[in-house]
């Protein structure tokens, strides 16, 4: 049976997520920080199994903004680091 981790990320403002317990091989969490045209804010989040994986949302996420009429958006990536549970 496969070892379970928590995995936990920390973004650049200092938000702290973790993932877990999870068998996956996950290296990165990703988040979009969208600013509506109402104002409002909205996060979306994941995570990927590599970097490359990550990165590739990005192409995702300007058509996302252009199609739902963000006014702007901030894509982060941060590495994920084993925790104990």
Do not use: C
Request: aromatic residues 12%.
């Amino acid at each position: 049976m496969a070892k379970k981790r928590y995995l936990t990320a920390t973004m650049p403002d200092g938000y702290v997520k973790t993932i877990g317990p999870t068998a996956t091989p996950f290296t990165h969490y990703w988040r979009i920080v969208a600013e509506l045209e109402n104002g409002r804010t909205e996060v979306f989040w994941g995570h990927a199994k590599s970097l490359r994986e990550a990165t590739g949302k990005r192409a995702a996420t300007r058509e996302a903004a252009a199609q739902r009429g963000w006014r702007s958006y901030r894509f982060e990536i941060a590495e994920l680091t084993e925790t104990t549970g």
